[in-house]
Each structure stands twice: as C-alpha cells, then as structure tokens.
C-alpha cells in the first residue's frame, strides 16, 4: 500500500525533480515538531539562505509558526506522531513527505527518530533518479549503554536499516560514533562526527543580558539574589529523570538551596508529589515554558541534567556559555560537554549529586573559575559560526562526492 502511494507522486516529483529547474541548490530540513526547527535549524537557514541556497522546513507545527515562516523559504506542515507505535500517524507522515519531496530537492537533512525513518524510508521508495541526497543527523541512537537488551535491539534494528538509504549519518558523541561504526550503520566514510549542533555563543553570554536581568528572573521564582539556586532545563520526562534533582535537593547539606525546573511534561505531577514527600515543596519551582531562560540560567548556581540519555545536550552548552558550571550524570555526550567545568555523577546516584551541589555552594571562586572555563570552550569548539562551516563541508561533500 505505501509503495502505491508512494508511486502515486513519482509524475510530480519527476516535473520539480534535480536538474530540471534552476541550478539553485535546495535543502529541506525535516523533523517531527517545529520547535526543533526554530530553536536548532533556522541559524542555518539564514546562513544558506545568504548564500543563494532555497532553504525548506517541514515538520509538525510549522504552519501556525510565524518564526519559522518568515525563517524559511518555504514551510511545509507534516501530521507526524511522536510516537513509533501510532501506525495512522505513519500512513499519514509518509504520504505527507512525499508530497513535500515533489518539490524538488538536492539535499534532505533530517532530524529526530520519526521523522527521520519515515523521510528515509519515503525517499528510498522514489526511482533512483529521482532521489535526493539524505544526511540524518542522531541526537543519541536510542540503543546505548545501560539500555534495556530489547528497546536496545529494536532501535539497533531500525538504524542498521534506515542506514542503508542515508547518504550521511552525522553523530555527536564519541559513544555514538564508535556504536555507529562497530555496527557498520553506514560505510566509513558516510559517516561524520560534528560538536552537535551549535550555539551562538554571542548571545549566549552574561554581557548579552542587561545586569537587572538576572534578580528579576529570580524574583519572578521567588528566590532571593543570595539564596543557593539550581536549574534543570528540558521536558519533564522520564529519560530525563527530574526526580533524581528532587531526591538530591532533599539530601543536601544546604537546606536554603532551592530548585527550578524549566519545562514541562508527563513527570510533573510526579516531581510534585515528591517534593512534597521529601518535604521540600516549597524549595522546588516549577516554571513551566520560559521564553527566555538566559537571565534565570545565568543566575544560577548550577545547571542540573540528570537525564538517563543524552545526545550533546543543548542546555549544558546554553548554561556554560553563560559561564554556569554543570552536574550531570554520566549518560553519553554528558562527559564530552562538562569536562573539567563541572562533575559528572553516575546516573541516579543522588547522594553524589548532592554531594556536588554542597560543594558549588561552598566554592564559589572555583565555581565561577570553571563557568569560565566552560565558556572558553563552548566558544571555541561549539559556537555556531564553527558548525555552520562543518555543515557547508557536509553539504558539498555530498554533493561533489555522492
């Protein structure tokens, strides 16, 4: 049936096919939701953009986007589910990106898992010759260390297939380009390690923030300038573990210590009910969706990230930048990011991630020592000026070289 309806677009992809039209080279970036888009991808499309390059968008959200509208050339809304199981959803993404492809595009760069199987999966189903080239860029396979032996095996199954119909598979850490190339997922030189994907570290920096800034943020939590002050950023979901930072704040030694979570998701009223347990409701905010988290991040002590699975998480990268050192645990990319401008806990171990947020709140000259390092680094191995020349790299790879 999909191959049918796949077939069913191959007449108008052949009149907006590679070569037809304009030598203008096209790229669109997929992925399952929009925020992706705009909060990862739309510096890149300004920067091929400038270029000379038409730069498209699809995902879900898109259309009811004005960010990503004004960002892109073009927006093209997909009904993606976030969920692998929702067959439906399947049908449906698959026969939406087909319909996007009939566009015309030289290079297609995909991100997250959903997406990126079923626009692999589209695109190897079109003739030969009407094929655009693919790069996947994994924010952390979904099978890793510690995973459980039969989630591991599926997601294993499902990159060792889609590889085969990827032209470029980009990955962030070292774990995951060592699993990458000792499951051969793609051929050596397909495959390509890049620093995640970047963050401008210009606007990333406590001298983009006006001074006043980092109080209000802190008031609007309610907690005072001098109050010891942890934030985690990122969906409260399971993988993330936001219940480990509650069962650590309850261990401190610091019993003035407050904590802030960013974000929201299923676990909330589980961290709720928890905080309440340990007895420490009242040290614990929950902010929910923060337009601007630079002044409540720059203000903190600490950014906590306790998850079980990272790729190169992009909160560690924001809060070094803004000279804040990091906790995490040990999950994959954590240790590349923090290095020596933080401490890395194995996961779920919540007496050593208190242990470690006592000892920032005692050491304050060599708290604010490593929040300097970490902004040295971030500048200069993960600014985005750094990453939009490795994805021009990338690009004309692929398309000199195939």
Known sequence: MIARMVAGFVTDLKRGSRGSTSPRIRLLYVTTVSPTVRH???P???????LGWRVDAAANGTMGDAVLLEAFDRVHELPLSRSPFDLNGLTRGIGAITRVLGSGYDIVHV????????????VRMLPPDMRPMVAYTAHGFHFHRGGHPVTNA??????????RWTDRLVVMNDEDYEAARHHRIVSPQHLVRMPGIGINTDLYA?????PDAFNRARQEVGVGTETPLFVAVGEMNRNKRPSDAVGALALMRHADAHLVFVGDGPERARVETLAELKGVRHRVWLAGFVEDVLPLVGSATALIMPSKREGLARSIMEALALEVPVIASTARGNRELVDADGFVVPTGDLHALAMYMDWLIDHPADRRAMGRRGRSRMVERYDLRNLTRLH?????????GG
């Open 392 to 400: 021009e790299e990338l690009y004309r790879g692929m398309l000199e």
């Open 154 to 163: 599926v997601f294993l199954t499902a990159e060792r297939l889609a590889g």
């Open 206 to 210: 406590r001298s983009s923030v006006e």
């Open 44 to 50: 890149y499309a300004a920067h091929f953009r400038a």
């Open 40 to 42: 990862f991808l739309s």
């Open 111 to 122: 991100h997250t898992p959903i997406a990126s199987f079923i626009t692999r999966l589209t």
